[in-house]
Nanobody, 123 residues
Framework: QVQLAESGGGLGKAGGSLRLSCAAS????????VGWFRRAPGKEREFVAA????????AYPDSVKGRFTISADNDKNTVYLQMNSLKPEDTAVYYC????????????????WGQGTQVTVSS
């Protein structure tokens, strides 16, 4: 069992930055890859970033590549999502999730999910 808790959401401005955190706990958390997804109003949940647990490999869709960076702090069992050059279209609820294999891009590949944190970007 893996428990995930997101934090760090809030209100940002276009062109600004926010950093999200995903604190993980559980017996085998170090064997999982972690991904970030987001769901904007009226849209389906979409993949944002993923990292393998030792932090060596990461993956991003084109929509955030070059603006978002995922990283992992193994000592703290925490994964971060640094979001720079924010755009109003980044407004969404952001979720972190854990999957047994890296990389995985689809919602149903992830076994455990956090509750989500709201990110709102004003223009």
């Amino acid at each position: 069992q893996v428990q995930l808790a997101e934090s760090g959401g809030g209100l940002g401005k276009a062109g600004g930055s926010l950093r999200l955190s995903c604190a993980a706990s559980g017996r085998t958390v170090s064997s999982y890859a972690v991904g970030w997804f987001r769901r904007a109003p009226g849209k389906e949940r979409e993949f944002v970033a993923a990292i393998n647990w030792n932090g060596v490999f990461s993956a991003y869709p084109d929509s955030v590549k070059g603006r978002f960076t995922i990283s992992a702090d193994n000592d703290k069992n925490t994964v971060y999502l640094q979001m720079n050059s924010l755009k109003p279209e980044d407004t969404a609820v952001y979720y972190c999730a854990a999957a047994p294999i890296f990389p995985r891009y689809r919602v149903y590949d992830y076994n455990y999910w956090g509750q989500g944190t709201q990110v709102t970007v004003s223009s």
